[in-house]
């Protein structure tokens, strides 16, 4: 055998090195996504709309919330919806007065920019002022990718309890906006909302709060006075 | 559980790489603790998803990084890689985070392909 190259065939040349050469790379993993990232970027930028990517557990109340945000926003809103399956909560969207493209990810967890770029193609934002991407329900593989929004919005409601903050740090550390919903709640629940705001800021010193309950409309005018002013921030 | 995507996009990126006439034998990242990738689910798959993509020779090197923290209350930094960690001098969780959202491709290890 050879003792070269553990071959069979014996006395033969080598003009092949088995050392190994380390090739220095240096870029983002994310790189790919990044680029699509930019891109929606530039296309949000020039259509003047203000994008927030919504982001948290299921059952938190993001789809309430929505329809909350499009009863008052009518057709200037617009939402994406990423679910894993059906387009159940496209359709509450746009009943309650936006227009919604579904994006059905059939197993993924998360949307990415991509994904996001294709959904553009299919929604019309003429006269849109916002535009909510609705993440798929989760609150660790969203985080890591960039879909072109201007700020993260994480909602985290009352039941799931204070200490989620720090078990999800790749997401709070990231928020532009935190939601704490149902807090019709509280006479229910030991949530304290002190702990989890003051976690978050551990991880973040430049997101807002807002204490709401989409079901009731309890604190929701003034998310959309911070929405609003956004908005004009744009223009 | 979002690291076979970022396995599988990872290897292809580092594949890009690989100059021809050489094999892919490793594939270094650095992943810091607020990227939102689990350092162990992506070396968990790697192997699997590389050998799917026929670079079965290829192994991933993992280096863990600590976020760097600046305590509010004493004005210590510290560094760490969980965010459960208080200051360790006046034990305050009042901070200002600075880092830990790396994950990054740094390099790549290649050979000659073999001839058999």
Do not use: W
């Not at chain 1, 229910?188 to 551990?202: H, I, Q, W």
């Not at chain 1, 309890?218 to 006075?225: F, K």
């Not at chain 2, 034998?25 to 992943?31: G, K, P």
Request: net charge negative; proline share 3%; aromatic share 6%.
């Amino acid at each position: 055998m050879c003792n070269d190259c553990g071959c069979l065939e014996p006395g033969h040349d080598h003009p092949h090195s088995h050392e190994t050469t380390t090739l220095a790379v240096h870029q983002d993993v994310l790189a790919k996504n990044n680029t699509f990232a930019e891109r929606n970027r530039g296309f949000f930028k020039a259509k003047g709309v203000f994008v927030v990517n919504l982001i948290s557990s299921p059952g938190s109340g993001k789809t309430a919330l929505l329809e909350a945000l499009a009863h008052h926003y009518g057709p200037a809103m617009a939402v994406i919806e990423g679910d894993i399956q059906t387009s159940r909560d496209a359709d509450r969207v746009i009943r309650s007065g936006s227009r919604a493209y579904q994006i059905e990810t059939l197993g993924a967890c998360h949307l990415d920019a991509h994904a996001v770029h294709h959904a553009l193609d299919h929604l019309d934002l003429s006269g849109c002022r916002l535009l909510i991407i609705e993440n798929v329900g989760n609150l660790v593989c969203p985080s890591a990718y960039d879909l072109g929004e201007h700020e993260k919005m994480a909602i985290l409601s009352l039941p799931e309890g204070d200490d989620k903050i720090l078990k999800y740090p790749a997401l709070f550390s990231r928020v532009g906006t935190l939601i704490i919903n149902k807090i019709d709640l509280q006479p229910y629940l030991d949530f304290s909302v002190d702990t989890a705001v003051s976690e978050c800021r551990s991880l973040n010193r430049s997101f807002e709060t807002f204490l709401l309950s989409a079901r009731t409309g309890e604190g929701v005018d003034s998310l959309i006075r911070h929405l609003d002013l956004r908005i004009q921030a744009l223009r | 559980m979002h690291e076979i995507s970022i396995a599988s996009s990872l290897i292809e990126q580092a594949a890009a790489h690989v100059p021809e006439g050489k094999r892919l034998l490793a594939v270094r990242v650095t992943v810091g603790p607020l990227s939102g990738i689990s350092a162990d689910s992506l070396e968990f798959c790697f192997d699997s998803v590389a050998a799917d993509m026929g670079h079965g020779s290829a192994r991933l090197s993992i280096t863990r990084i600590p976020a760097c923290f600046e305590c509010l209350t004493c004005g210590a930094c510290y560094k760490s890689e969980s965010v459960y960690t208080e200051c360790p001098l006046c034990q305050s969780l009042e901070r200002i985070t600075y880092s830990g959202d790396r994950f990054t491709l740094d390099a790549i290890d290649v050979e000659d392909t073999h001839h058999v």
